[in-house]
């Protein structure tokens, strides 16, 4: 073998080697905050006329919007694939229409990342999405969203769930998604002062989250999407987890206004009890329910929820009007 030849091959493999650690370097140095500051318009960033290329399917419309918690703020595209009568979607139970949504969720969202262990889902991942990310699935095996970790404080949600797509459809759309999303990224960044972004392993564990976390999420999952909600209370009736979903569907609106703890003398290490302030706006419908409107008042309502600890998480066992 010529020197000529071991020459141009060393050079070779060092252009390469520097190509790799560049990218490596780039990517553990995106500041996502940089990028995607403020106020997020997920629709300007994301067309339909792109998530149409992307998904292969055709929307009628979209709805931009946002969600603000105590610990998070969610801001939100949906990507509607139908159009229902108002009645049907604004009745009681309210049935929203097949969508696609895409959100970013900044803030506190620790408890986030480990919120599908609440309603007994499964968590995995897919070497061919190229960031920290995780796949749910739910108990029958379809699945349910794509969650990328861009940071601490910011997370990227695609939602299809409730969607025409079924579950081989939504993997092929969210891995083309998040190559799209990569380039993407890669081209956001080109100019953008870098600083040191933490590139964790997709398997690193997050901290389960805590008792609060546990009504904040329940309160989230109320507002929009009632049968998951019902899964967090801790029954062995399906009868009784039904009656559960009917009611929290009938709640137009929902809103944590306070929560404080409460007959703290009754706290066990696997149970607490807090007081929770909440405005509700309910259903017309629901004024002809057994007991009407459910038993909630349109405006303020105070109830005492018990958690208990099952295993490593938290379930509601009760949600009552008085300590």
């Known amino acids: 073998m010529n020197k000529k030849f071991l020459i141009i091959a060393g050079i070779f493999f060092i252009v390469v080697l520097s190509g790799e650690l560049s990218l490596k370097s780039q990517s553990?140095?995106?500041?996502?905050?940089?990028?995607?500051?403020?106020?997020?318009?997920v629709c300007n960033l994301f067309p339909k006329e792109k998530i149409e290329e992307i998904s292969g399917k055709k929307f009628v419309s979209i709805?931009?919007?946002?969600?603000?918690?105590?610990?998070?703020?969610?801001?939100?595209?949906?990507?509607?694939?139908?159009?229902?009568?108002?009645?049907?979607?604004?009745?009681?139970?309210?049935?929203?229409?097949?969508?696609?949504?895409i959100s970013f969720v900044r803030g506190d969202i620790k408890g986030l990342r480990e919120a599908y262990r609440l309603t007994?889902?499964?968590?995995?991942?897919?070497?061919?999405?190229?960031?920290?990310h995780q796949l749910i699935f739910d108990r029958k095996g379809k699945v349910l969203r794509l969650e990328i970790f861009l940071a601490e404080?910011?997370?990227?949600?695609?939602?299809?769930w409730w969607s025409f797509l079924n579950s081989e459809e939504s993997l092929?759309?969210?891995?083309?998604?998040?190559?799209?999303?990569?380039?993407?990224v890669r081209s956001k960044s080109q100019g953008e002062n870098k600083s040191t972004y933490d590139n964790r392993s997709s398997?690193?564990?997050?901290?389960?989250?805590?008792?609060?976390?546990?009504?904040?999420?329940?309160?989230?999952?109320?507002?929009?999407?009632?049968?998951r909600a019902a899964l967090m209370i801790k029954t062995e009736s399906e009868n009784e987890r039904q009656n559960w979903a009917i009611q929290f569907a009938a709640i137009k609106s929902i809103k944590l206004l306070k929560m404080e703890r409460a007959n703290e003398n009754f706290w066990t290490d696997n149970k607490h009890i807090f007081k929770v302030t909440l405005h509700v706006?309910?259903?017309?419908?629901?004024?002809?329910?057994?007991?009407p409107y459910y038993g909630w008042a349109n405006g303020t309502n105070v109830r005492w929820i018990t958690l208990e600890k099952i295993g490593r998480v938290w379930k509601i066992t009760e949600i009552a009007t008085g300590p």
Do not use: W
Not at 79 to 84: A, G, I, K, V
Not at 120 to 132: L, R, T, V, Y
Not at 153 to 160: A, C, G, K, R, S
Not at 204 to 218: G, Q
């Open 281 to 291: 706006l309910m259903g017309i419908r629901s004024a002809d329910a057994p007991i």
């Open 153 to 160: 404080n910011l997370e990227l949600i695609i939602n299809t």
């Open 63 to 101: 709805r931009p919007g946002k969600n603000k918690t105590l610990k998070y703020t969610e801001y939100f595209c949906e990507y509607r694939q139908e159009t229902l009568p108002y009645s049907v979607e604004h009745g009681t139970p309210p049935q929203p229409p097949k969508r696609i949504v």
């Open 28 to 41: 553990k140095t995106i500041n996502y905050d940089n990028i995607f500051p403020g106020e997020i318009n």
């Open 203 to 227: 398997n690193e564990t997050v901290p389960l989250p805590r008792d609060e976390d546990i009504i904040r999420i329940f309160v989230e999952l109320v507002k929009e999407d009632p049968a």
């Open 120 to 132: 007994n889902d499964e968590a995995k991942q897919d070497k061919s999405i190229p960031f920290p």
């Open 172 to 184: 092929q759309f969210f891995k083309k998604f998040a190559l799209y999303f990569k380039e993407f």
